[in-house]
């Protein structure tokens, strides 16, 4: 824990992948691709890419974000605003693509780990989990 890479303080920040971080993927059935990126000093990127080229993918933003550090481990939590995405809950009929990933920065060379394992390939949407609700 005393080795967690934490070095950026701006949010949005593409320094952010320098970090150990937490990034969450997903695809909506619309179309769209939020992604947000937590590092351990509770900094985080967000962003949603749309099918519209005239949208900037800044618009979305995970405004609760949590971050615990325990002498073991570290751990983030995210409240995900669907409306604010495309206004549909997943169903198993419609289900949301979803990958989560951490990087660790083990000295210079970074490590990844992922919900949906993909070998090097965690950035292929097509690697991606079905995250469904159930009522």
């Not at 937490?22 to 890419?49: F, H, M, R, S, Y």
């Not at 289900?95 to 070998?119: D, F, I, K």
């Amino acid at each position: 824990m005393s080795n967690l890479r934490e070095g950026c303080k701006d949010r949005d920040s593409s320094s952010i992948y320098a970090d150990d971080n937490v990034e969450i993927q997903l695809e909506t059935p619309q179309g769209l691709l939020p992604k947000i990126v937590v590092n351990p000093a509770g900094v985080v990127l967000d962003e949603c890419v749309t099918g519209n080229v005239a949208d900037l993918p800044g618009f979305y933003t995970a405004k609760d974000v949590a971050v615990k550090k325990y002498p073991d481990r570290w751990t983030v939590e995210v409240m995900i605003d669907a409306k604010a995405i495309a206004g549909e809950r997943p169903t198993p009929a419609y289900p949301w693509g979803v990958n989560v990933c951490r990087q660790r920065m083990a000295g210079n060379t970074p490590e990844h780990y992922m919900l949906s394992p993909s070998g090097t390939n965690f950035k292929d949407l097509k690697y991606m989990g079905n995250l469904t609700i159930r009522n």
